[in-house]
């Protein structure tokens, strides 16, 4: 049974750092693109970084870029989402997603399998 647990979120003022990760199982890890969403109240969600399963290439929304850093421990099973800089309109519940030998990494429907997902409040 293919698991993702999401952590690390919580409530942090306009500026502060916040670093998530995704911890998964039942799965061949270094196969799976991994990749990071959100969805704030009353949006769709929508995609925020990636890295890809191959050669470890990352991918990264425009909203995000210089501010949010994905990696990847294949050792640990582990995707880890660095959020620095953070400002109010991050504000979402953040999902880790798992794609097999993915190749389009910021396409939703692609994914496999998601998290529970983890709240991320940024406060003004």
């Known amino acids: 049974q293919v698991q993702l647990v999401e952590s690390g979120g919580g409530l942090v003022q306009a500026g502060g750092s916040l670093r998530l990760s995704c911890a998964a199982s039942?799965?061949?890890?270094?196969?799976?693109?991994m990749g990071w969403f959100r969805q704030a109240p009353g949006k769709e969600r929508e995609f925020v970084a990636a890295?890809?399963?191959?050669?470890?290439?990352?991918y990264d929304a425009d909203y995000v870029k210089g501010r949010f850093t994905i990696s990847r421990d294949n050792a640990k099973n582990t995707v880890y989402l660095q959020m620095n800089s953070l400002k109010p309109e991050d504000t979402a519940v953040y999902y880790c997603?798992?794609?097999?030998?993915?190749?389009?990494?910021?396409?939703?429907?692609?994914?496999?399998?998601w998290g529970r997902g983890t709240q991320v409040t940024v406060s003004s």
């Open positions: 039942g799965l061949t890890f270094s196969r799976y693109t």
């Open positions: 997603a798992a794609g097999y030998l993915l190749a389009t990494p910021k396409n939703l429907a692609g994914y496999d399998y």
């Open positions: 890295v890809t399963w191959r050669d470890g290439m990352t």
